[in-house]
């Protein structure tokens, strides 16, 4: 008799060893959630060139997600006739609760739904604008200024000036021109003298000539 109910003491004893064992573990997991909560807060802040930004946040407390969050983006346009998506969410740089789209939007009105599934579930939509951004304006080489009025311009000196060299010679061929212009007159001065001896000189001896054909004649007649 005392062996057969010594066996369900022992038995009765493993089972509830067993079940705290059980529940010591359930309470070590769920601790960490309950603390938290069940639930997550997306909030969806807007776009950063054509990129998604979201907070995300457990509802419970506030605080910042340190594991991994899946969650979907989606964005349709007013009219529907765009739509974009699914993309992921990934970690913003720089913010404990940010999270970003490595795609961007294309520029337009968007109406953006996040929808998270782990560690917890969670939703958040807003529409978000992305502007239109003009492109740089091409470098282009920089255009010679105008000369002011009244001052000449550098690049038409030489031309402007040209003509007026040979209108106007400048001293140094002025006054190469003129012992030239000196010589010249002095040879014409020296030729003429020249033709003058030379005249006077024949004219001399013509006379010269005359006067003793005379004389010689004048001798024959007398004799």
Known sequence: ????????????????FLLLLCQAMALAVSTPAQAHGDTVKVVVTGQREGHVTADITWENDGDAIDETVAATVNAVSPDGARSEGPWKLVRDTGKPAGWTTAEALPPGSWKVSVDVGFPALGHGDKEVAVPVVDPAPATSPTAPQPAASGTPDASATPSAAAPGASADPSPSSASSAAPQAAGDDDGGDGTLWWTTAGVA???LAGAAAGILLRRARARRLRS
């Open 201 to 203: 000189a024949t004219a």
């Open 1 to 16: 008799m005392r062996t057969r109910h010594a066996f369900p003491t022992f038995r009765s004893i493993g089972l509830w």
